[in-house]
């Protein structure tokens, strides 16, 4: 009896002492304990976590770890993990230097082989480090919405291009025929004619430029490539210019010198008309002065894109915005930020925002120069 005694209780025995080797070398927040909730394994992720030494815990009830509602609570939540059942809740107290802490706390019963509840094991995350991840998880399901949305926006913009691209060549045959038909002809009234044709070629063109700038923005780039960083600032300024944007805002591009990146050109696109976009939203008296300054500027290393507007601003409460990329407003900063961030980060470079110098909010962010062509900076 006394050998089968010792068989039944061998396996019990080599999982509890596989159990603590997999908590000495954890990197999680991991403690045992015992039936009577004395903590009989402590991970070094828990040593971490607590600011508390194995030395100082083993042996000692796991209410005493910490203050807070973690020994108020824990008490109750290990009778009932004893009695079979799983709890998970968030609990705050103290760490070993002082400093208080909150975490998301996970406990589950330990069963011998006999399946009788022996202790508990817990799992103890930092609610900060959980929310950052789900934060994470946030900005990364906002960036395959906006992916979809993309994606879809160029499926109906080619069909589109396709369909008025026709009429476009057609206007402008017709009006070419118009214009050599009208070469023969003299006197005032035909001149005006042609001038008049002239400017339907012009529009024409102008239109199935419009239609090229808006497809290539929505069109994702297979490989990154070289461009010119002052001309896609430029051509993004004119993807968005209207005329209610020439009637009330002045909007000025300054090149310092050429500074060629390398990258999506389509998606640094994305990001210059986002800012711009924001600046124009940013503005509450739509009869006063309304000023956009977009600067291209680089270094040996980097080139710089600010864009700076006399708007609302942004105040030192707001400073946070720079941070974590959410808007205190239903318009103007911080929409597409989040999209705006992945994005240069990607890209090797880095997006902030400051208070203009005279009011107003400054954008800037960063990209690294295109190697090969570092020479022609």
């Not at 900060?128 to 990364?140: P, Q």
């Not at 929505?218 to 005329?243: C, M, N, T």
């Amino acid at each position: 009896m006394a050998r089968f005694t010792r068989t039944r209780r061998r396996p019990a025995a080599d999982a509890t002492d596989a159990a603590h080797r997999i908590f000495a070398t954890s990197t999680d927040a991991l403690f045992l304990t015992d039936a009577d909730g004395k903590v009989t394994a402590w991970s070094p992720g828990a040593e971490r976590t607590f600011a508390r030494r194995s030395a100082e815990v083993l042996g000692r009830p796991a209410v005493e770890i910490s203050g807070g509602t973690w020994s108020k609570r824990l008490p109750e939540l290990l009778r009932k993990v004893l009695a079979g059942d799983r709890r998970h809740e968030e609990l705050c107290g103290f760490r070993g230097d002082g400093t208080g802490f909150c975490v998301d706390l996970m406990l589950d019963p330990v069963r011998d082989g006999e399946a009788a509840v022996t202790g508990a094991v817990g799992v103890a995350r930092e609610v900060g480090e959980r929310r950052r991840l789900e934060e994470v998880l946030r900005d990364r399901e906002q960036c395959l919405v906006e992916v979809a949305r993309m994606t879809t926006a160029g499926e109906i913009l080619d069909g589109l291009a396709h369909e008025v691209n026709q009429p476009l060549t057609s206007i402008s045959n017709f009006a070419g025929a118009c214009d050599h038909l009208l070469r023969g002809v003299e006197g005032p009234e035909a001149e005006k004619a042609r001038s008049h044709v002239r400017q339907i070629i012009e529009q024409a063109a102008a239109a199935a430029d419009i239609l090229r700038r808006a497809r290539r923005f929505v069109k994702r780039s297979d490989e990154p490539i070289p461009f010119e960083l002052g001309e896609l600032v430029r051509e993004s300024v004119a993807l968005l210019w209207s005329e209610k944007t020439k009637r009330t805002i002045v909007v000025n591009v300054e090149v310092d010198r050429p500074a060629t990146v390398m990258g999506d050109r389509s998606h640094i696109e994305q990001v210059v008309v986002n800012l711009l976009r924001n600046a124009y939203e940013s503005f509450e008296d739509e009869n006063g002065d309304r000023r956009v300054t977009i600067r291209v500027t680089a270094d040996d290393s980097e080139a710089t894109v600010s864009v700076q507007d006399n708007g609302a601003g942004i105040g030192p409460d707001e400073a946070r915005i720079a941070e974590t990329f959410h808007s205190t407003k239903e318009r103007g900063l911080g929409l597409g930020l989040g999209i705006c961030r992945t994005i240069l980060e990607r890209h090797h470079g880095r997006l902030w925002l400051e208070a203009g110098p005279g009011g107003g909010t400054v954008a800037r962010f960063t990209l690294p120069l295109h190697p090969s062509r570092s020479d022609h900076v």
